[in-house]
């Protein structure tokens, strides 16, 4: 019972805690103080699921006389957190905002600009379509911080995809990575159907099958058909009428493949990060997290 009180007392002081800052920082909004926390202060809000009283508070520094490129990292800000969870018409418009307000020299009018260009990574459906945003880009917009990472991430893809795998674990690999680190849904579901399509032995089939089923809600039906009617034996139709996938041999079988493949690819992706970061540093080397 005690902890019970506790937690919701933690709770309680966790809500008063934003009602203060909300308070506060609209304050400042209203007699256009901006102050270097700012920024985080709105970030906090949002992601504590706040996310209108953020945009109110941002639109009273919108209509105060704080400086331009104060009220551009802010819109950066909301137009970052925005973008990750995927409301990319509000990102959107946040981060033209924040390339408007910010200096053309300035870090967040490159973060801003590259975002932008990024948000489309959800329409694309090969890795040379990637290429091709990045092309278009600034050479120094193109060595942003969040460019970088992205570029890295595309890279992975890149190495994978184009790996000789009979297995096809290299290229469900390759989407899984074009899924969840890039954010790029169709070129995820892209790779999917080509371990599906086009390496027919694969015992990934089922489950590249199933994954881009997840992606593509309208054509789920006929994918979960195709594997009902070809691998009935599989764990994913195992798991698909609620029996225990546990039983079937490739359950166990089929993520030791990922893992062998993944942990070579991830020892030839890291080597070529390093020689990345080192070539844009000009050091010797840079160690990279593995």
Request: aromatic share 6%; proline share 3%; hydrophobic share 40%.
């Amino acid at each position: 019972m005690r902890t019970r009180c506790s937690g919701s007392s933690s709770r309680h002081h966790s809500a008063s805690e934003y009602a203060r800052a909300e308070s506060l920082l609209t304050a400042q909004a209203v007699n256009g103080d901006y102050r270097d926390e700012a920024s985080r202060v709105l970030r906090d809000i949002w992601t504590s699921g706040r996310t209108e009283s953020a945009e109110a508070i941002l639109r009273r520094y919108d209509g105060s006389r704080v400086r331009e490129d104060h009220r551009a990292l802010m819109h950066y800000a909301l137009g970052e957190l925005n973008g990750r969870a995927g409301r990319d018409t509000i990102a959107r418009r946040h981060l033209l905002l924040a390339t408007s307000l910010a200096g053309r020299d300035s870090i967040t009018f490159r973060e801003a600009t590259i975002r932008l260009a990024l948000l489309d990574l959800w329409t694309v459906t090969s890795t040379r379509a990637v290429d091709s945003m990045f092309a278009r880009q600034d050479s120094v917009v193109r060595n942003t911080l969040y460019s970088r990472r992205v570029q890295e991430q595309l890279l992975l893809v890149s190495l994978l995809e184009k790996k000789s795998d009979p297995t096809g674990a290299s290229l469900f690999l390759a989407a899984e990575v074009a899924r969840d680190s890039l954010r790029a849904p169709r070129l995820a579901q892209t790779l999917f159907l080509r371990v599906a399509r086009e390496l027919n032995g694969s015992p990934l089939v089922p489950q590249a099958y199933y994954a881009a089923a997840l992606l593509a809600p309208d054509s789920a039906p006929q994918w979960h058909a195709r594997i009902r009617s070809d691998f009935p034996n599989s764990s994913v139709t195992a798991f698909m009428r609620g029996d225990d996938p546990g039983s079937k041999a490739d359950f166990v079988s089929t993520p030791e493949l990922l893992k062998f493949s993944w942990t070579e690819s991830a020892r030839l992706w890291a080597d070529s990060v390093r020689k990345l970061r080192s070539a844009r540093t000009g050091s010797v080397s840079v160690p990279v997290k593995k």
